[in-house]
Every structure is written in C-alpha cells, then in structure tokens.
C-alpha cells in the first residue's frame, strides 16, 4: 500500500471494520515538556491519527475548552515555531501515526508558506486543517500545501448543500472532516441521525473517508458516529482532561496518563462501532 | 469622465473580494454558503429602486440626514490657519455615523428573511444603532461588547438595554472590541440559519467591507455638495479618525480620484508607538495578516498572534483595519499618522471649549491631527474633518482622565 501516512492509516481501519480514532491536543498544551508526554503516549491509546493543534490567540471557530488550551500553551511560550519541532520529536519514535496540523491562518502566513511547508514536510507532518481558509482562498495554502506533498483536509458542514460540496471536495485529500453541527467546537449536537445522513451524502461525492468532529464527548457518542463515518474526532473531551488535572494552572505526574486515559475510553467506544 | 473610471481608486474590491492584497474570504466552511448568498442578496438589492427608495426614505425621516457641514469659526481663528469645517455625523439619529450602515445592513437582513441580529461593538455607538434599527424593524438582536468596554461606556449599555437589545459582555482576552467580534463570530456559525450578523465597520469577509463602505459614503458625497455650496471648491485636506474605518471610508470614497484633496486618516496612537501594545495603530505601528475574514494589517507578534492594542477611545480600539484602507495605505493615495490619547484628549476639550460641540473620544483623534495642520496651513485652505461622533459617552472617562471632581 502506498499513498501517505492517512491514506495508509484509513485503509488499515477499514480492513479492521472500524473507524479511525482520531485525537485533537493543543500543541504546547500546558507546557511543552508535558504536551510531548501527552502526544508520544496517544498512539498506545489508541489514537489512529493525531490532530495538533497550532494555538493561536483568536480561534473563531473554537469553543471554551480549546480556547483556553490554546491559551495555555501561548502563555507557556508555544510558537508555530516549536509545534512544528514537537513533530519532529515524535517522529523519532513513531513513524506510522498520521499527523496533521490544525489551527488558523495567520501564524502561517506570518511564518511564511513556503518556509512552513518545507518545514512541516521535513519535521514529518502528513496534513494540514486550516479552519479559515474556505476553497475560495485555495491558492493561499491549500495547492501549495498540495505541491509539497501534504494532505489538505477540509471541513464540510451542515451548511455545505450538494451543489458547494462539489467545489469543497475539489482540492481534499487524506480525508473530508465532517462537522456535526453549525456551531463552534465542543458544542452539542443537537441530531445525531442527521449527522448518519450527512455522511452519506458526503460519500455518495468522494472516495475519501470522512472522519466526523466536534460535539463527540462520550464512547457512547464515538460509537453511534463510528457507525457510519470513517473516523470519528474528538478534541474539546480531551484538551478538558488536560484542564482537569492541573493545580494551580500546573501539570501533575498524571496529567498526560488523565489524558491517555479519556482516549482509551472512547477509542474502545469507535472500536465498538460496527460491533 | 470616462479617462479618469479608467484609472479609478474607486473600482474596489475585485470579483474576489480583494483590494489589492488585502481583504478577501477568510471564514470558516460554515459561514461560506452565507457569505457568498449575503452578497447576491446584496447585488439585487444595489439595482433595487424600492430597496434604494427605502433607504433614502429612512435617511431623511429617521435619521436625519444630511447632515450639516459647520464651519467651525472659533477654533479655526484660535488656530489661526486654514478654514476648518465639521462633517456633524454627531448630529445623526443615535448619535453617529453608525447609523448610516445599520440601515442599510437592516433593510438588506429583512430582504433575506433573517429573524435575528447579532453585532459586535466597541465604544457601543455601533450596538446602540443597531439596537435602534432592531427596534424599529422589530427584529431580536444581541450585541456582543468587551467586558472592560461595558464598564467603560455605561451610558451606551443602557441605551442598548432600553432599545430592547441583549448585551452580552465578552470576557475572552481583554474584554475588548477584538473579542467582542470573536465571540459574535461563534454566535453566528451556530444560529448561522437565522441569523443575520450585522458587521459595524468596513472590515471582516468579503461583501462587507464593500457594503457598509457603500452605505457610509453618503458622508463624502455630501460633503462635496456642501463644501462646494459654501466655498465653491473642493477642500485642500479631509481628515477621519480610524479604528476599523468605516466613517473613514465613508468621508474619502467619494474624493479618492480627486487628487488635489489631501486625504488622512487618524490612528490610534495610545501611549504612543514606541510603547510595545500601547496603541492601536495597526497601519504605522502592525503589518499584513489574516484575521476576522479578511487580510489587512494588524498589531501582531512575531508569532502571528493578535495583540489587544490600547487605546482611550474603546471605538479604536482594534487591532486591525479595514481592507480597504490598507490597500490605500499601500498605494499612498491616503496617509495614515498615529494620534496619541493625550492629544485627543486636548482636542477634545478645544472643540469641547470652543465649539460648543463636545466629540467622541473617536473623533478627536481626527481632531487632534486637524489641530496639528491647520497652523501651518494659509487661511484660504479648507480642512474637511468627518466629525463621526457626539461625546456623550465619554464625559464620565474623560472627567477622570483630567481629574476633574464628579
């Protein structure tokens, strides 16, 4: 099998008849010593793929938990800089865990596209989410990010009727994110039936596997979803499991196994799925 | 006519929503489809007459246009140069230029069946226009507004209550105009079906910087019939106090091609440049990134993360600018200069003194820089400065900036 890192990673959870888990943590998030114990203990967890966040210090499209993660890491000293080094000390022991970055646009365009793609690449990135930068703006970051070799995955939402889906699918690649609900991350989902309907739709218009995000909280939740998605997300769970376990704003000895253990969870709750 | 469209600073934005490199789509997939809807809705209803009679009706008999252009006698003598004149935006119903835009945002959130209004505001003076025209449509509206804004505009916060809005302050960051449009953001990608998001000045995604810069250039364009009436030319120099811009816009639009207007626009300058986010000058003192749906310049670190800015005046207090501007900045046809608080302040209480006419703390700033010109301008020149604001809202902070006993 050749393909990237995803692609390799999708296939080999549908041969297993389940969906990808897929785990968001905040780059950096609370310090970067403790968020590099975090990110090398997921994969052991059960986390098929690995979204990072990239903190930044307007995230529009956040709910409070990834806000503050992202605050968090900032205050720590976090830089789109060091993220990208955080990659790069995980590959040295993993070489099969799909990464992607996930954030907004600005620390990007201010690092530099080309400086950042390249770099991205050599650190060991597989693919980028970048939440405000919708296909009208593709030539920005998306078919340069293309060009270098990444996947460019971009959200769909419940507002993206048949006919956008068209020119939303065009330039995807690795796999299309679904978003369960019009709402920031974190939220409720108010309709999980229709969430089943969307992924549907969206897979009656693409090959590539969809992964479904935001409002998934519980192994319950993970279960339901993984039926009929290809992967499911979750992050504000996570990055909350994070806040839990801090005192005084400082992580403890069990901060990064508090959050190793909120993915065992739901990561047996996606392997249930289908089951 | 024609020789001058060609080469026209007035033809912007493209069919991307840019102006040069600035401006654009920078939202979300959820807010996409409502984005490019918003700006048919918006091109069928340019070409409407009824839409555009609607308008001009409401104008008139709502807000009480136009506005007069006052020859500010006293304190040019005192400045003893050029003639300075008072585009009274101050005299608009609800107190400012805002509500130029609101009526036309509402009028155009009634055409596409939206049944909720949200808005973002700094100093206040945009959510109680909006709350105004929430009132008089009848139609629900939360106005999101900084924390430390709140407290610091009291008498706006009642004004808002009173027309019937929702106020909700925003505690994100530093409780400030930036956070207030943040958190109206997520506010609208979760009721995105409903809700119509009533943008307060020229920035943000493409259609709005062009469409509230549509609705606010009604400013310019009376300005040239006035000043011609009065002086029977154009003015030498327009002046306007900028935070997002829009009464800004509004006043250059219509003067952009006539290049013997020298245009300027008033920054916020707070405790000065060279003090590290002490001011809100996102033109002298930040650089292009991308940020609330379009690219623009903005007060960031090397790390691309927004900084809150300062200012006296929470209308200013914003860390980026409208697309729109920052394309003209580029091309030069416009100078942007910092003004300090402390300068504000002194020219506050000049036009306060010597007017009769007491002015936001925002227009003050263009005042400030008004005052700085017009001594070394001859006393046949005429400065046009777009007075956007009345100072109501500002006794109380100014009172205890000068320390004067309540």
Known sequence: MTGTRIDRRFAKTKAENRPAFVSFVMAGDPDEATADAILAGLPSAGADIIELGMPFSDPMADGVAIQLAGQRALAAGMSLRKTIDTVARFRRNDDETPIVLMGYYNPIYIYGVEKFLADAVAAGVDGLIVVDLPAEEDEELCLPALAAGLNFIRLTTPTTDNKRLATVLKNTSGFVYYVSMTGITGAEIKNRTAVGEAVSRIKGHTNLPVAVGFGIKTPEDAALIGRGADGVVVGSALVSAVADSLVDGKPQPGTAEAVHSCVRKLAEGAKRARS | ?406
């Open chain 2, 1 to 406: 006519m024609n020789k001058r469209a060609a080469n026209s600073l007035r033809q912007g934005p493209d069919e991307r929503g840019k102006f040069g490199i600035f401006g654009g789509r920078f939202v979300a997939e959820t807010l996409m489809p409502l984005i490019l809807d918003l700006e048919k809705a918006y091109r069928s209803a340019q070409k409407d007459p009824a839409f555009l009679s609607e308008m001009n009706d409401l104008r008139t008999h709502f807000a009480g246009r136009p506005s007069p252009l006052y020859y500010a006698e006293r304190l040019s003598a005192e400045l003893g140069g050029a003639r300075i004149y008072f585009k009274r935006e101050d005299l608009n119903h609800t107190g400012s230029h805002k509500l130029n835009n609101c009526l036309g945002q509402i009028l155009l959130a009634r055409r596409m069946g939206k049944t909720r209004i949200i808005a973002e505001t700094g100093a206040g003076q945009h959510g109680v226009a909006t709350a105004t025209v929430c009132a008089r449509f009848g139609l629900p509206c939360t106005v999101f507004m900084g924390a430390t804004d709140v407290a610091r505009q009291m008498p706006n916060v009642l004004r808002m209550k009173m027309l019937g809005a929702e106020v909700r302050p925003v505690t994100a960051g530093a409780g400030t105009l930036k956070d207030a449009m943040n958190e109206a953001l997520r506010d609208w990608v979760t009721n995105v079906e409903s809700t119509y998001y009533l943008i307060g000045t020229a920035a943000g995604p493409h259609p709005y910087p062009e469409m509230v810069r549509d609705f606010q250039k009604v400013i310019g364009e009376e300005i040239r019939e006035q000043i011609m009436e009065l002086e029977g030319r154009l003015p030498d120099a327009l002046v306007a106090c900028i935070g997002g811009g829009s009464n800004a816009i509004g006043t250059f639009h219509d003067f952009l091609d006539e290049p013997n207007v020298q245009i300027i626009g008033a920054e916020a300058g707070g405790h000065g440049l060279d003090v590290e986010n002490g001011h809100a000058a996102s033109m002298t003192g930040g650089r292009p990134g991308v940020l609330h749906g379009n690219r623009t310049y903005l007060l960031q670190n090397e790390d691309g993360q927004i900084l809150e800015g300062h200012s006296i005046s929470a209308g200013l207090d914003y860390p980026g600018v409208g697309p729109e501007h920052a394309w003209l900045r580029d091309t030069g046809r416009v100078t942007y200069v910092p003004v300090t608080d402390k300068e504000a302040l002194d020219a506050f209480m000049a036009c306060t003194k010597f007017e009769g006419i007491i002015p936001a703390l925002e227009s003050a700033h263009g005042l400030a820089h008004v005052m700085k010109i017009a001594p070394q301008m001859k006393s046949d020149k005429v400065i046009v400065l777009c007075l956007s604001g009345r100072g109501d809202k500002d006794v109380e902070s100014v009172g205890k900036h000068l320390g004067m006993a309540l």
